[in-house]
């Protein structure tokens, strides 16, 4: 039993004795205003219904049980053993219990890298669409990070073997998408080296093909998380030709068939900043057997498939600790009494409360866009596939750049104690800073937005056709800017891409990304009032074009009396009508 999992009832709202309460106890799902609502427009009813106890389990593990097992793993990080007591060189990861305990959550009860892959996942008689995946990832990242990049990972392998190997995809999908402890098998993927991170063309692991069909693998990877995985996705140099045209994508596993270790060991274990409860190493491969996957000529083009998977993934993870910073910034902030008052009726502290609330709305929107995208992508619509090749490196991108800055913000909104690890804040700045830095900087991913998925795949018009059809549906007052800052925005992003030399592809990314979540936002608010709820939304429509899409003199006062009309509606929680929020917008 981990040393202090679940021992901190000492903490959570009402706690206070002057110091600022927590959510520790919370139901994140139930304190999220906006996901269920949201969830109703974007998932067919029948589903909807059969998951929503699910969610709420998932919710009440994330304040509770999980988030607890999470502060212990992430305080005491894996262990490498090089070697058994008889000598044999073993190089096994030691995790707490804590770490296998989120595991049988995460892998086991919820099923999370299974659930897009077989059907009978959370009762479901088919797999379940990547909406519902990326909701509950969306809820588990509001408790733990780390454990999600080889849960992401092991879901984006099943999803690359079984595009482009059915033998490979028959091998391994049942063991990858397990529920069961003593029968699963987690993924990894070993890409980056010493020279080649961004620049994967510089790799220099050399595979070589053998007499029975295998192929051995020598070299190093520098960077490689869930490393003590069943089995990797690794590029190397199938051909003698330069830059990524020469790669192959090879299966390595970790044991072979025979029973014996593969040739390649763990080295070393990172000391990370953040994702501290799960091991990223360094890897030599010495001969090493694996399996070609695909067409060994196109090897980088096929782990694409993976990295955009596991980009999504990130930016998803992005989106739910924005959500936790929020709900920890705002039950501290209505919990602390400052000056005779609680900080959150200070005016300039409620100010700081909407500035974390927009990010963080914009990336949940555009998480469940994306998802649904998605789902049309994988049933054959190939304009969807193409909104989908945008959408994913846009959000990835933006969302992960906000959430450092929304962690921060949330971190001070506690005071000092928000910088103590005693508090979940210390830990998501940690963990919020990697986003931008693993799966592609920000740099390269905004390149392959502007440059290759604006620039080259022609993903562009689908992308504005289809934000522009929901505008339809829109009050005409609110649709008319937005649709125009949505087309502004694609004009630059194509203006961008024909510069070419990377300089705007960050601003032109951002652009498009605000612009869609300004249609988004006007959408969500439109039916969710024509359903009889709450038409909030909207306003932050009018938010995202006048803060993100407009000039603004640092030096005007704006508009004082409407700032002050949204900041009541959002830091109060009070819902608004179809009238009101028009109005307000
Ligand atoms: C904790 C952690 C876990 C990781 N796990 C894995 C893993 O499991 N598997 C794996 O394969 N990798 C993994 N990585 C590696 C990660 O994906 C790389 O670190 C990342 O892609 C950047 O590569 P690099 O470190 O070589 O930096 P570099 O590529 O050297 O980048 C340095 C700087 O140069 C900039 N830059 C590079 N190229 C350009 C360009 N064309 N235009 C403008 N700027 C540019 C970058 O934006 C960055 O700011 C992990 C990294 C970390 C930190």
Redesign the pocket.
């Known amino acids: 039993m981990p040393d202090d999992a679940g021992g901190d009832a000492a903490t959570g709202p009402g706690q206070a004795g002057g110091i600022a309460p927590d959510a520790a106890g919370l139901n994140l799902y139930r304190a999220d205003g906006a996901l269920g609502p949201l969830l109703d427009l974007w998932m067919e009813a029948p589903l909807r219904a059969h998951l929503e106890p699910h969610l709420d389990a998932l919710g009440a593990l994330a304040g509770g049980r999980l988030d607890a097992l999470a502060r212990d793993a992430d305080r005491n990080p894996p262990t490498l053993v090089p070697r058994d007591r008889f000598g044999n060189d073993i190089d096994a990861v030691l995790h707490h219990p804590a770490y296998r305990e989120m595991q049988e959550i995460g892998l086991g009860r919820f099923g999370l890298a299974a659930m897009s892959h077989r059907a009978g996942v959370l009762g479901w008689p088919a797999p379940l669409p990547p909406i519902a995946k990326y909701a509950f990832q969306y809820l588990f990242a509001q408790a733990e990070f780390g454990l999600l990049c080889p849960i992401s990972?092991t879901d984006s392998m099943s999803r690359t073997l079984a595009r482009f190997d059915p033998v490979l995809a028959a091998a391994w999908l049942p063991a990858l998408t397990s529920q069961d402890p003593d029968a699963w098998a987690t993924g990894?993927?070993?890409?980056?080296e010493k020279r080649?991170?961004?620049?994967v063309g510089a790799t220099e692991t050399i595979a070589s093909a053998m007499p029975d069909g295998t192929w051995s693998l020598s070299g190093e990877?520098w960077?490689?998380?869930?490393a003590g995985a069943d089995a990797a996705l690794v590029l190397a140099r199938a051909r003698g030709v330069p830059g990524t045209a020469g790669l192959g994508l090879f299966l390595l596993p970790r044991m072979l068939p025979d029973g014996r270790r593969n040739r390649w060991r763990i080295v070393r274990l990172?000391d990370?900043l953040g994702?501290r409860s799960m091991a990223?190493g360094e890897v030599v491969l010495d001969g090493a057997v694996a399996y070609p996957v695909g067409d060994v000529t196109r090897g980088f083009a096929q782990m694409l498939e993976m990295v955009n998977v596991s980009r999504l993934s990130n930016g998803v993870r992005a989106a739910g600790m924005m959500r936790r910073a929020v709900i920890e910034a705002s039950v501290a902030a209505a919990g602390r009494v400052a000056f005779g008052r609680s900080v959150a009726d200070h005016a300039s502290a409620r100010r700081q409360l909407l500035k974390l609330r927009l990010p963080t709305e914009q990336a949940l929107s555009f998480t469940l866009f994306t998802a649904d995208v998605m789902a049309k992508a994988d049933a054959g619509d190939a304009g969807a596939a193409k909104v989908l090749r945008l959408a994913t490196p846009l959000l990835k991108f933006r969302a992960c750049r906000d959430a450092r800055k929304v962690a921060g913000d949330a971190m001070e909104m506690r005071g000092g104690n928000g910088y103590i690890e005693d508090f979940v804040e210390a830990r998501l700045v940690r963990d919020t800073h990697?986003g931008s830095?693993?799966?592609?900087?920000?740099?390269?991913v905004a390149?392959d937005a502007i440059a290759r998925a604006v620039g080259r795949a022609g993903c562009l018009g689908p992308f504005v056709v289809t934000l522009s059809a929901l505008l339809a549906e829109v009050p005409l007052s609110v649709a008319g800017p937005v649709s125009e800052a949505l087309h502004r925005a694609a004009a630059f992003a194509e203006e961008a891409a024909a510069e070419g030399n990377?300089t705007l592809n960050r601003q032109a990314a951002s652009g498009l990304y605000h612009a869609a979540t300004a249609v988004l936002f006007a959408w969500e608010g439109t039916m969710l009032a024509a359903r009889g709820g709450d038409a909030r939304r909207i306003t932050l429509a009018r938010i995202v074009l006048d803060h993100r899409l407009s000039a603004r003199d640092p030096l005007a006062r704006g508009d004082l009396v409407a700032e002050a009309a949204l900041a009541e509606a959002w830091v109060e929680d009070s819902a608004l009508t179809l009238a009101e929020a028009v109005a307000l917008a």
């Open positions: 990972m990894a993927m070993f890409m980056t080649a991170g961004s620049d990877k960077f490689c998380s869930n990172k990370k994702t990223s990697l830095i693993w799966e592609g900087t920000s740099n390269v390149e990377g």
